[in-house]
């Protein structure tokens, strides 16, 4: 099956960034993970990604402060995000869907791969 769309991943526990990688991969889904607020920063800048999957409890850069700047930028304001979060009732804007911790990771994928944007080209 050929790899569809870049999503980042955004999870300082590297075996749930894992997990959520293979769950994405099983669906034809290319993945990138990043475990902290800098390297996630980073990995936007350089390899754009399709829609992004968002720790909020993060080192160096929160990902609040990650929603937030990608909303003011508008190179990314539209990337898709979904945040995966421990957190009770986070109160977030410009999330496009809460999951609460802890999740499938397959129930992530499915989530990720409904709300790909649709193909470029």
Not at 45 to 64: F, K, Q, T, Y
Request: charged letters at 25%.
């Amino acid at each position: 099956m050929p790899l569809r769309e870049r999503v980042l991943v955004v999870e300082d526990d590297p075996q749930l960034a894992s997990l959520y990688c293979s769950a994405l991969s099983m669906r034809g889904i290319a993945c990138v993970k990043a475990g902290d607020g800098f390297a996630a920063l980073r990995a936007i800048e350089e390899n754009r990604p399709s829609l992004i999957v968002l720790d909020l409890n993060l080192p160096s850069v929160d990902g609040r402060t990650i929603l937030k700047d990608l909303a003011a930028n508008p190179a990314t304001s539209e990337i898709p995000v979904i945040v995966v979060t421990g957190e009770p009732k986070p109160d977030l804007q410009h999330a496009l869907v809460v999951l609460c911790k802890p999740c499938d990771p397959d129930h992530v994928a499915k989530i990720v791969a409904d709300h790909l944007p649709a193909p470029r080209g």
